[in-house]
């Protein structure tokens, strides 16, 4: 996060300091496909395990939300709220420690941005409203599991956050004005999950994931 401050503060003052100011508000309903959730351990030596005694495996889910934006001459300051859903599976085969099956997961979250974006190639591209954004995201995990077999105990965290970077740009205008847009974003932040397998000082367990989708324009003036 320190570093992502570092870049964004920089804009901020560009932005402020700019002669002439024009504001634009936007209101906007997004859509798509996601990769990812929980970010498990892939380093078993440390635990003296072998390399198959634990794995995960990810498939896509969705998201949806609403998102609100308001710019200050070039740059615009977003947020919003984002339902998104990610499934994983995690599978042991753990003689030493006796476990032996596999944990099927839904993970629902609640997913909140505060991004600074600013355009990208403007002049050039005018109609396009290409744009990149980085920022904050903070996340409530509600987490489902189905189990089959015999399984360690788990715990995890019903908040997580972290840094976000996006990219967009307009597929339709009319009048001057967008209308349906394409994102995609990539997000990682902080531990959600916790079991033998993934402890509190291993470095890998976070969160993460990488999205795209529609976005589509309800309100712009």
Not at 4 to 20: D, E, I, T, W
Not at 165 to 179: T, V
Request: aromatic share 10%; with cysteine.
């Amino acid at each position: 996060m320190k570093h992502l401050l570092r870049f964004l503060f920089p804009v901020l003052l560009l932005s402020c300091s700019a002669g002439q100011q024009t504001t634009k508000t936007r209101i906007s309903a997004v859509a798509g496909i996601n990769l990812g959730g929980m970010t498990e351990n892939t380093d078993m030596s440390a635990l003296d395990k072998q390399a198959d005694a634990y794995t995960g495996a990810t498939r896509a889910g969705f998201h949806a939300g609403l998102r609100a934006a308001q710019s200050l001459g070039p740059v615009e300051f977003e947020t919003g709220a984002e339902l998104m859903n990610n499934r994983q599976h995690f599978t042991y085969h753990d003689a030493d420690w006796g476990y032996e099956g596999r944990r099927d997961i839904s993970l629902n979250q609640l997913n909140i941005p505060f991004t600074i974006g600013f355009p990208v190639l403007p002049g050039l591209l005018p109609q396009a409203g290409l744009r990149i954004s980085a920022g904050y995201l903070l996340q409530f995990n509600h987490l489902h599991a189905v189990e089959h077999g015999l399984l360690p105990d788990y715990s995890i965290n019903k908040r997580s956050s972290g840094a976000t970077l996006s990219f967009q740009g307009n597929l339709l205008n009319e009048n001057g004005k967008p209308r349906i847009g394409l994102y995609g974003s990539l997000y990682r932040g902080s531990r959600v999950f916790t079991d033998p397998y993934n402890p509190t000082d291993a470095e890998m367990p976070g969160t993460s994931f990488g999205a795209i989708g529609l976005r589509f324009y309800l309100f712009s003036r």
